[in-house]
Each structure stands twice: as C-alpha cells, then as structure tokens.
C-alpha cells in the first residue's frame, strides 16, 4: 500500500501546475516564430516545456511517498543438542543415536508448517550446525543460554527444545538464563540415572605457577560411590616416577575426601604430574581413576610496588587481583609513605597520582622501571598524554576494544567481557597522545564511540609505562563476579598488563610467542619475529618448526607471514607433551629457538557418567516449559501445536519515497530539455 503525504497545502501545486503552463504559454502559445513547426512538434514543444518546468517546480514542494508493506514473521523454534561425549556413555546410546539421527527430523517435518526451526549442538562451545557426532569434550550450559540470547535477540522466538544428559562440566549454573530466556524451555532428558559403585578424582586444587626450590600444596579430592569399607592408594607420579602416596580408608556409601599433598619444585619448565588412583574390580568408569596436572616452575617471582594517594576500591580491586597470583610478590603502600628507591621493583603501581608523585615517575625513568597508573588525579603526570580542558568535568564511559592494539592480545571471553563492562568516569576534554603511545580501549560515551584513550601504553627509551585514566576498575571485577562467579576475567586483564610492563624486551633477532599450556580442543598458533643484526624486521625469512610428541614422532610445519609477523596455525593437537625447534633462514643467517609445550586432555565428560536429569527439570520449570523422556516427543510436539501464546507476529515495514529520489526523474528531465532543444534547433534554428 502506497500513501502520498504532504506537508504543504493543496494550492501549492495548484500554482506550480498554473506556472508551468504559464512558462509553457508564454513561449509557445501564438508566438509568430512558431509558425515554421509542424503542429505535431509543436505540441511536443509545448508539451516537453510543461512538464520540465512542472517536475522542476514540485521538486521544490516538500512531499513524499509512503509505502507500507506487511510481513509475517512465524514463531522460532530453537533446538540444542547436547554434542558431548557422555550421550553416548550409557545404555541406552543406541536408542539416543536413532532419537537423534531418525525421530528427530520426522518430527521437525511435522513443526515446520507452524515454526521457522533453527537447530544447532553445543558442547565446550556453540555450534551453529545440525551435525551430531557427540565428540564435545564438556558441556556447558551457560555459554549455549548465552548464545542463544545474542543471536536471537529481538526474534519471534516461539520456545526452545534442548536435548542433553543434564550433565554439565563447564560453566557457571545456567539458572538465571533460563528464567531470563523471555520463552519455554522444553528439555529432553537422556542418559543413565542410576548410580553404580565408582572411586574417582573429582578435581585437583594446585598453584599453575611455583618457584625453583618451594614446596607447594596439591590437593587432591576424591570421591566414592557405593564402595563402603575398601581401601585404597592414592599416587603422585611424575614422568613414571612415584613423589608422593597416601592410603585412604572408604567409610561410607557415599564418601568423599581431600588428600593434601607437599611437593618440591625440583626443575624449572613445565612439569607435568599426575594423580592415580588404585582401580578396583567392583568399578564400571576407570577412565576417571587419573588426572594430570600441570605446573610452571620459574625461576623467580615478580616484585610489586603499589602505592596508593588514598584508600580507595580500585586499589583493593588491584590488590587482591594480584595477591591471587604467586607469581607476583607484592608490596602496598601510601604514596607519602614510601621513602624507598624504586630500583628494588619490576613494577610500580600508582593509584590516584598527583603533581606529588611526580619525582616518582622521573626516578622510574631514571632506574629503568615500568610503571602503571591507574586514575591519575592530573593529567599530565604520564609520559605520552596531556588533557587539554578548562573545567574539571567528567563523562561516565564504556571501554571500547582498540582491535589495532598489538602489544598484547586478548582473548575472545575477555574481549567479551570489557563489551558489556560498566562505565567508569573519565575527566572531559581532548586528549594528545604522543606518536609512541598505544590504547587498548577507548572512550565509548553512550552509543557514541570516540578515539578518546581510557587505557593507554607508552615506551619511552626502553621503559615501559601504562595509564588507565577511569575511575571505577573496582566495578569490572564485581561484574565479572556476578555474571561467572568469578574474578577470572578481570585479573587476566590485570595479569596481561602486568606481564607486559614487567617483563623485558627480547633483544634477540628471532623471538617466538606460543602458550606453554593448551586444552587438547583448542587451536594452537605460534607467532614470530625475525630481525637483522640491526634489529630491521624482515618479512622474507623462511621459518619452520619441527614438533616431536611423546612417541618420538615428528611433525613439520611452516610459518607464514601476515606482514607483521610470521605465524603458524597447528589446529588442535592430541593431548600429549610436545617439544619443538623452530628454525629462522634469512639469506646466509640461520636462527634457532626450542622450547616445551603441553596440550591438556579434556577429562571432563569421562568424570560423570551418571545423567542430571534433575538440572533439566530445574531449567525447563523456570523458564515456563517441561520435561520429557524421548518416548515423550509425540507429546512435546502436540504441547508445542496447542501452545496458544505461541503466535505469528505481523510486522508493518514503512518507507518513504521523496521525489528527488527517484533516479528515473534524471533521465525524464534530460529527456524532456533534450527533445525540446533539438526540435527548436531542426525547425527554429534555437
């Protein structure tokens, strides 16, 4: 439907209509010289005249064309099928298979005619494809909730239908999604609930990184079921040799224990150990008898200053963040109260800088010590970036990702996270940054994104110094705590920034970068550099890598170059222990560099076999939904056809059309002056 809408008055073109035949009339109408056209083309004089001046005049006239279409948009229906590894781990696999690879699609056969169907399988991640092979090492609900509520959102989504064990591995508790889904949950239950005699290691409580020499604590807890009065040996091994042992006494049907352990870092590297326990005949799952654990030995740890101008919640934020950390060894002081020399610290923190702390900073420069400030209570204490402002106001910002910040890279979860992080208060004006400074985030004020630096690095004659100009970090840590129940996020960003600053740059002319540690379901990259003896980068140089597991079996890779640094992609390796030699040819020089990495095996779905049908019915009951067996999907599909509040939603898209707007009025207007020109020109020599 097409409606015409005016904001001027009917008269208005009344008199556009009067004037162009007006115009038309004066030229044309009895004129002498036209005696000498032919009446047919001097209409067409005439004619082209009108309606050239006619579209002229209502180009001017302030109308339009409003074209209102309906479209119908069908009720969504989500399915998620649990793609781990524990559907296929009891009994009843093969009846799961067929559910899945048969009855399912007849059934959404039948939906199809009511609701649009978007199928999709989670595990550790969500994958946007009906492709079941249920190889997914965890489970893990939230993130699956998550997804669902990014990639649908503003949808008509009718209800969701998800199709899991209950097993979940991964993950905070999916409670709070379901009950803000805004639609039904209807969950399939699957899998095996009855309990069976099984001994297992639950989980492993150890430091990730120890010094050469400590002793450090491994907690081991353990878990019984139906295995009352046995005993058992618990082991600690590392690369087959015994470290530590402990006999435990089973009191109960269902038991479970922490076993402490003392250990001595004994090698620097990655040390790989692992907890075994003794398996007994009575056990059905032994594949979660052992578990490995890594742990990095350094040499020696970190020392922090951190000096505060007053008490305040972004300095305790920052002190427990890297308290939790024991590879940092960390001192916390008021500013006025420090007298020392800065030379005995890898890192100074100054929170709440002032004029004050000026000698400070310049004995920084002085010693060689990188430092980071954090709401600095003047602007131009940091070397690199003055305020320009004539009054102290302030905006309440969001940080925005720099995605050409490369100092350092963050991680997808942590890229996440700073999206969604409350706003902090920056102080108003233009800030000018000098051509060495670098910004992680920027100032994103409402829906407006600026250039305006909320977290900024700088490096000055080889010192390393940061900036974080918000007032408010102490909110990202409580966010961080109230969406994943923990402070995970938040510390790896204080941890990124600290292992920066504090660590030296590699004067070497081939440098590598790779994870020392990796989950076996996740994609490994190394990256490289490679500079002349004049620390030139050079983006021509062949580089290789030769990686030997375990076995002793070697697999050879090449880098290849982005134009700023060489990379690798390895994909997802085996879990194993891997060491490697990565070798740099450029012209006649030859560079090597070794190292040890370790690719974590994915435990988790081998822990649990046992089905949690109790959290499916805890989900579908808050969110407005239901649960059923899949002998039950004939039932499920019938519920969903008679859901009354489950509807088609109609939607009236408008748009408006001006005049001017259409590109045919060109070529009309060029049409009508062209005729009329070469007509006077045949006939009147014009």
């Known amino acids: 439907m097409t409606q015409f809408v005016s904001h001027s008055a009917w008269y208005v073109y009344l008199l556009c209509f009067l004037a162009a035949t007006g115009i038309t009339a004066f030229l044309y109408f009895r004129n002498p010289s036209n005696k000498e056209v032919p009446k047919f083309w001097n209409i067409s004089l005439q004619l082209c005249r009108f309606l050239s001046v006619l579209l002229l005049l209502l180009l001017l006239c302030d109308f339009f064309f409003k074209t209102i279409r309906r479209q119908n948009e069908r009720p969504l229906l989500l399915v998620a099928i649990d793609n781990s590894a524990s559907m296929l781990g009891a009994k009843d696999s093969a009846e799961v298979l067929s559910f899945v690879k048969n009855k399912l699609p007849q059934a959404f056969a039948s939906l199809e005619e009511t609701f649009e169907l978007s199928v999709a399988n989670f595990g550790s991640g969500f994958q946007n494809k009906s492709n079941t092979t249920f190889i997914e090492k965890a489970s893990d609900f939230e993130n699956l909730f998550q997804e669902l509520e990014t990639r649908y959102a503003n949808r008509n989504v009718g209800a969701a239908i998800l199709i899991s064990d209950g097993i979940q591995n991964k993950g905070a508790s999916p409670m709070l999604a379901a009950e803000r889904a805004g639609y039904p949950i209807y969950c399939i239950a699957v899998g095996d609930t009855t309990e069976f005699r099984d001994l297992k290691i639950s989980k492993i409580s150890h430091n990730q990184i120890t010094y050469l020499g400590n002793a450090f604590p491994v907690d081991v807890f353990v878990q019984a079921s139906k295995l009352k009065g046995k005993q058992v ?121 002032t004029t004050a702390q000026k000698p400070l900073i310049e004995q920084c420069l002085t010693e060689g010590v990188p430092f980071w400030l954090v709401r600095p209570a003047t602007q131009d204490v940091f070397p690199g970036l003055r305020l320009n402002a004539t009054t102290a106001r302030y905006n309440d910002v969001e940080p925005l990702i720099n995605a050409g910040f490369g100092l350092f890279t963050l991680n997808t979860p942590l890229q996440k996270f700073l999206e969604s992080c409350p706003a902090v208060k920056c102080a108003f004006g233009k800030h000018l940054l000098s051509n060495s400074a670098s910004c992680l985030l920027y100032q994103k004020i409402g829906n407006v994104e600026t250039t305006e630096p909320l977290f900024v690095f700088n490096e000055s004659s080889g010192i390393k110094s940061a900036c974080f100009l918000g007032d408010g970090l102490w909110k990202w840590k409580m966010r961080d705590f109230s969406e994943h129940a923990s402070h995970a996020l938040f510390n790896e960003l204080v941890f990124a920034t600290v292992h920066y600053l504090s660590v030296k740059n590699d004067k070497s002319q081939f440098r590598l970068r790779y994870p020392k540690l990796i989950n076996e379901n996740e994609p490994l990259e190394l990256e490289a550099e490679v500079y002349n003896k004049s620390y030139e980068a050079i983006h021509s140089a062949e580089v290789s890598l030769v990686l030997r597991n375990s076995k002793n079996e070697t697999f050879k890779y090449s880098f290849s170059s982005n134009g700023r640094f060489y990379q690798a992609a390895l994909g997802a390796l085996p879990a194993d222990v891997y060491e490697f030699t990565a070798t740099s040819k450029a012209g006649n020089d030859v560079l090597q560099k070794s190292g040890r990495l370790v690719v974590k095996e994915m435990v988790a779905e081998q822990q649990d076999v046992v089905a949690n049908h109790r959290l499916l019915y805890q989900i579908a009951s808050r969110s407005g939904g239901n649960l059923y067996a899949m002998s039950g999907l004939e039932t499920l599909k019938n519920d969903l056809l008679n859901k009354k509040d489950i509807k088609t939603i109609t939607y009236a898209l408008s748009s408006l059309h001006r005049l001017i707007d259409w590109p045919m009025l060109f070529f009309v207007l060029l049409l009508t002056f062209g005729l009329e020109w070469g007509i006077r020109k045949r006939y009147l020599s014009i």
Request: charged share 25%.
């Open 233 to 353: 040996v618990l082991k600690l091994m590392q690369e087959g040799k015994e470290k530590a042992r402990s006999n435990i006494s089973i009191s109960g049907d269902q038991f479970s224990a922490t076993i402490g352990f003392t250990l001595t870092a004994e090698t620097t590297g990655i040390n790989v150990y692992t907890a075994q326990l003794e398996v007994l005949e009575e056990e059905k799952n032994l594949l979660n008898n052992s578990r490995e654990f890594v742990i990095e030995v350094q040499d020696k740890r970190q020392k922090i200053l951190l000096l505060a101008q007053a008490p305040h919640p972004d300095v305790n934020a920052l002190r427990e963040s890297l308290l939790s950390n024991s590879a940092y060894e960390l001192e916390t002081k008021f500013s006025d109260e420090f007298s020392g020399n800065v030379k005995a610290y890898n890192l100074v923190l100054l929170h709440g800088a």
